[in-house]
């Protein structure tokens, strides 16, 4: 009960803005921080079912959290280090425990997606009236409210106004931000449609659609493209693994070539290609650049939130989850987060064919939106609300896991509705 009343103000708390929030010395404090601050004490006290249920995915994802940790306290002192991991230690450990505790069958999973699909579904209204009158009304409000002026100034300029119309971030503090979380549940209210045809269904997708389209960025129009990739996959995967194995091999083959005899390496290319904005896909290409010399000179504990080594010219920003994490926390910290990220899509993948159709649609949705997620991490930083999402989005696949048990009811159920079915037409007859 606890962890259901915390995952409804968790969904609530994200759609709350920026704006809404309160300084403790360098520290901002957000309604999500506090859900998920809360959150992370009540799975302390109750550790003992955490460990009962954990698998291979919460170790990894805890050695993640300590080597952060260590790389905070190494690069910034015992005080601030503290400080700053025990905010990282919330959004990560936090997120994925609250999404293990409130999403335990898939009953719960369903209701958790529906309950952000029809809020995003609901606030396409606002995200047209911001990307045609140019007007962010709900954070002019939000600042009214509050007095925090928290959004980026360049985000009221002409470099965030496209074809006459504004990148439009709705509730949220950039357009990215909107747009990718509207990705993240964009395969589950698709793939809901397919299973279950209903004329709500197919409005709620134009809605989700529309607002990413709205922002006018390549993040979530790629995570659609990568979703699609994806299925793909799935649909293929348990009939076909050594295909996917011959293809991994050659696909590794190409990436040696390439690596071999370009003078920029794959991850440049594939940076410079997979954005819409060609000047934007050369920057990122150079922010690869330049931060390898911070990663190749502190490989083992990163940089901290130090600043990075770049021309006096470029921004700070880091357009790339990955790199981010590997160049702030360390090589290792990096490469198992990913790892761990990719043990649990292909972990879920490989049972997928056993799950009843009843189920399989859902755990399908959740490997479509995670993997895309992963991919899309290497030209998107997770910053804000996104990364307290990311793993909530981890964490909400672990009843999956059960799936024998799940497959005997749902087929209980479902040969319920049937006979109920059956009676009602007998009594007509």
Known sequence: MIYRILGILFVIS??????????????????????????????????KDVLEKADLVDILLVIFTLLATASLIYNHGIQKGIESSGILTIEILGAFYLARGVITTPKSYYQINMLFVTTLAFLVIISLYEAFAQHRILHEWATRLTGHQSLDWRLYTH??????????????????????????????????????????????????????????????????????????????????????????FSALSLF????????????????????????????????????????AGSPVFGIGLHDWTRPEWMNSSIDSFWLLMTMQHGVFAGFILLSCSLYAVFNVLGDLHKHHPATRWMVKSW????????????TVDYFGKIQPLFFFVLGSIGWAKYYPELNKAVAKVVRKSQIKAQRKQQTRL
């Open 367 to 378: 490997i479509l939106a995670f993997m895309s997620l992963i991919l899309i991490g290497f």
């Open 256 to 295: 040696l070539i390439i690596e071999a005899l370009s003078n920029r390496g794959v991850f440049a290319i594939l940076i410079s290609y997979l954005t819409f904005n060609p000047v934007t896909g050369y920057y990122r290409m150079l922010q690869w650049k330049y931060s390898m010399d911070d990663i």
């Open 14 to 47: 994200i759609f709350i803005p920026v704006e809404f929030h309160y300084l403790v010395g360098s520290l901002r404090i957000e309604a999500y921080r506090v859900v998920l601050g809360i959150s992370l004490l009540y799975t302390v006290i109750n550790i």
């Open 159 to 248: 470099y965030y106004i496209r074809f006459g119309i504004m990148r439009t971030t709705n509730l949220f503090a950039h357009p990215i931000l909107y747009g990718t979380i509207g990705a993240m549940f964009f395969p589950f209210i698709v793939l809901l449609a397919l299973y279950r045809y209903r004329i709500s269904y197919l409005l709620k997708i134009l809605a989700l659609l529309i607002g990413m389209i709205s922002t006018l960025s390549s993040a979530p129009l790629l995570s659609v493209a990568f979703q699609g990739m994806t299925a793909v996959l799935a649909q293929y995967w348990s009939g076909a693994k050594r295909l996917w194995v011959a293809f991994a």
